[in-house]
């Protein structure tokens, strides 16, 4: 699989470039930079002739998107003009942003998950699991941890596993969702799901999901130890998209939790 990585001097195209190495199948044509970016013309290490660049990679299948919200409409547009299948790991989109996504998806394969790591993913199944037997008897509160440097909150893991904690519930989580407490807030109402952010240090990734009620606390943690964690579940989700028709897929798909 040809595979262009755009963000690729960042701290999830570093790891990308370096994952790459170690995965059979997987072949790096391009390293796509931003414009202005103090790299571009510069050779990527441990990688002959390949420069990062500015511009688009045409001869790519799929290009692996870890950037910033504002650029994904553009990229996404890019990718469609040369049906290129997108893993879309980029986080704190818009709406008007989310919608390009879910159009682009109309017209070339697009994998978009907040969380591209293995062990997440098997956490939201078992916070929507764990949800559904526990019942409304029992507090949800998220917390999540992450370096200083991260420029959203709280992260769209965060939001992944809030949206798996309402599943079987019935209930949207707009309606429910509770982002930090401050001041004379009353006290909890039922159903209500905390959301809370924690930043500082280089913290990759934490993620706990507490379940509690008056006689005990149910708490499912993930913490990533790498970034490694994400970009190899990144590029499996460019291998799994090879030859796949139009459709927005999720890392559930790629690990067939679902068909
Ligand atoms: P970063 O700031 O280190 O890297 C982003 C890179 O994108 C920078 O080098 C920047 O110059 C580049 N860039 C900006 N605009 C661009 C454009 N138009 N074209 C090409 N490159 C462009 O950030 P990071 O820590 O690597 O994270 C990037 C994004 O991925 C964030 O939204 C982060 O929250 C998200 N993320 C997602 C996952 C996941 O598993 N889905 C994991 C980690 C990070």
Not at 196 to 220: N, Q, S
Not at 226 to 248: N, Q, S, V, Y
Request: charged share 20%; aromatic share 4%.
């Amino acid at each position: 699989m040809k595979i262009a990585i755009l963000g690729a001097a960042g701290r999830m195209g570093q790891n990308l470039l370096r994952c790459a190495k170690k995965m059979d199948g997987c072949e790096i044509v391009a390293a796509v930079e931003r414009a202005g970016h103090p790299l571009i013309g510069e050779p990527v290490p441990e990688r002959k002739g390949l420069c990062y660049t500015t511009d688009w990679p045409k001869d790519a299948e799929a290009v692996i998107d870890f950037t910033f919200h504002e650029c994904v409409t553009s990229n996404l547009a890019n990718a469609v003009a040369n049906k290129q299948a997108v893993v879309l790991g980029t986080t704190g989109l818009a709406d008007g942003e989310k919608q390009c996504v879910a159009d682009a998806a109309t017209k070339v394969p697009v994998v978009w998950a907040a969380n591209m790591s293995l062990g997440v993913n098997l956490l939201l199944e078992l916070v929507k699991r764990t949800a559904a037997v526990l019942g409304q008897d029992y507090d949800v509160e998220i917390t999540e941890a992450h370096h200083r440097l991260k420029k959203d909150a709280p992260s769209g893991t965060a939001l992944s596993l809030a949206e798996a904690a309402v599943a079987g519930r019935d209930v949207a989580l707009s309606d429910v969702a509770c982002y930090g407490r401050a001041g004379i807030v009353g006290e909890r109402p039922t159903g209500e799901i905390g959301i809370h952010a924690v930043r500082g240090g280089a913290i990759v990734g934490e993620h706990t999901v507490a379940f509690i009620a008056d006689e005990e606390t149910v708490e499912i943690t993930h913490k990533a130890a790498t970034r490694e964690a994400f970009a190899t579940g990144a590029l499996r989700a460019a291998l799994w998209l090879g030859g796949r028709g139009p459709g927005l897929y999720t890392m559930r798909h790629v690990l067939g939790f679902v068909e």
